[in-house]
């Protein structure tokens, strides 16, 4: 029933930007938090941004200074404004969100999208 759809993936040059969204649709039950984490080929999956329903902000050291992760509360839709990217940013990234329920919480995963950096 709960569906998260991601977009914004794409090819670009080194130093480049992206911007990815993720919109979640069929829970009525309260956002936790939102995020996004990637996957490159043949490395373990990373945790790369994440924003609680407060508004704190989290990221990855790598991505310091270069990523903004923000959301509408409204559209309950999270994004990633990736600047200055680098090859090694090259991934597929998955946005994950957070709902609470009484005594835990469920996650939901999007299909992911990729992220292709060229030198």
């Known amino acids: 029933q709960v569906q998260l759809v991601e977009s914004g993936g794409g090819l670009v040059q080194a130093g480049g930007s992206l911007r990815l969204s993720c919109a979640a649709s069929?829970?009525?039950?309260?956002?936790?938090?939102m995020g996004w984490d990637r996957q490159a080929p043949g490395k373990q999956r990373e945790s790369v941004a994440a924003?609680?329903?407060?508004?704190?902000?989290n990221y990855a050291d790598s991505v310091k200074g270069r990523f903004t992760i923000s959301k509408d509360n409204a559209k309950n839709t999270v994004y990633l404004q990736m600047n200055s990217l680098k090859p090694e940013d090259t991934a597929v990234y998955y946005c994950?969100?957070?709902?609470?329920?009484?005594?835990?919480?469920?996650?939901?995963w999007g299909q992911g999208t990729q992220v292709t950096v060229s030198s």
């Open positions: 994950n969100v957070r709902f609470r329920r009484i005594l835990t919480y469920d996650d939901y």
């Open positions: 069929g829970s009525s039950n309260p956002i936790i938090a």
């Open positions: 924003i609680t329903s407060g508004g704190n902000t």
